[in-house]
């Protein structure tokens, strides 16, 4: 038997699994699915999922490396998925990491934005390849495919919310970020949550 990320096996099964259902339903973050009245669709994506306040980060993960690992003092793409459920505008202000010198917020050229990127009410804001987008400048470490990371990411009303970010592996690149992508619903917002995964 499995339930979210915890296969169960044996006599224990059935307690086990209900214990799990009773947990999973009251997390706020999550790096194996949705949570939080965000429906994520049927398809292999990629990423880190977590909420801060009424902000829901979703899909976040470093560009995967291509020709060899990501090396010492690259500057490296990183996205996300971002998704306001409160009842008043937010913004993404800034975005840090321990294997980089700093993490800009950029627009689709590579130029600094300042001023962050505004999350409107209920409206699904996609920080990607093409789009504004995270760029962590002179990496640290090198980075290979499927290495994970500590990110914080800096909201300007909902606060600060830190967990493990991953590079993403080859065989992911294809099914990365779809078209089309049922959002979340807004029946279920905490105003002043606070999450971390790590």
Same mark, same amino acid.
């Given at each position: 038997? #499995? ?9 224990? @099964? ?10 999973? %339903?009251? %997390? ?6 949705? %949570? !939080? ?9 990629? &990423? ?10 979703? +899909?976040?993960? %470093? @560009? =995967?490396?291509? &020709? ?10 990183? +996205?996300?998925?971002? +998704? *306001?459920?409160?009842?008043? @505008? !937010? ?7 321990? *294997? @980089? ?13 300042? !001023?962050?990127? !505004?999350?409107?009410? *209920? /409206?699904?804001?996609?920080? =990607? ?16 495919? &499927? ?8 909201? =300007?009303?909902?606060?600060?919310? #830190?967990? *493990? ?7 992911? /690149? /294809?099914?990365?970020?779809?078209? /089309?992508?049922? #959002? ?15």
């Amino acid at each position: 038997m #499995t339930v979210g990320c915890f296969p169960f096996r044996g006599r224990h @099964a059935l307690a086990s699994a209900a214990v799990i259902l009773a947990v999973t %339903v009251t %997390v706020t973050a999550s790096g194996c699915g949705g %949570v !939080d009245d965000f429906f994520l669709p049927e398809w292999d994506a990629p &990423g880190q999922n977590a909420r801060v306040g009424d902000i829901m980060i979703r +899909y976040a993960h %470093v @560009a =995967e490396p291509r &020709g060899g690992p990501w090396q010492p003092g690259s500057a490296v793409p990183a +996205y996300v998925w971002l +998704y *306001n459920k409160g009842g008043e @505008a !937010d913004k993404l202000e800034g975005a840090g990491t321990p *294997n @980089a010198a700093s993490v800009d917020i950029v627009d689709s050229g590579g130029k600094p934005l300042p !001023d962050g990127v !505004d999350l409107p009410v *209920n /409206r699904l804001v996609k920080l =990607e390849s093409g789009k504004p987008h995270l760029m962590l400048r002179n990496v640290r470490e090198r980075i290979r495919g &499927g290495d994970f990371m500590k990110f914080t990411m800096r909201f =300007e009303k909902a606060g600060t919310s #830190t967990f *493990n970010i991953q590079a993403q592996t080859p065989h992911l /690149r /294809r099914r990365a970020f779809p078209d /089309r992508v049922r #959002t979340p619903s807004v029946t279920a917002a905490s105003p002043g949550a606070r999450a971390a995964v790590r």
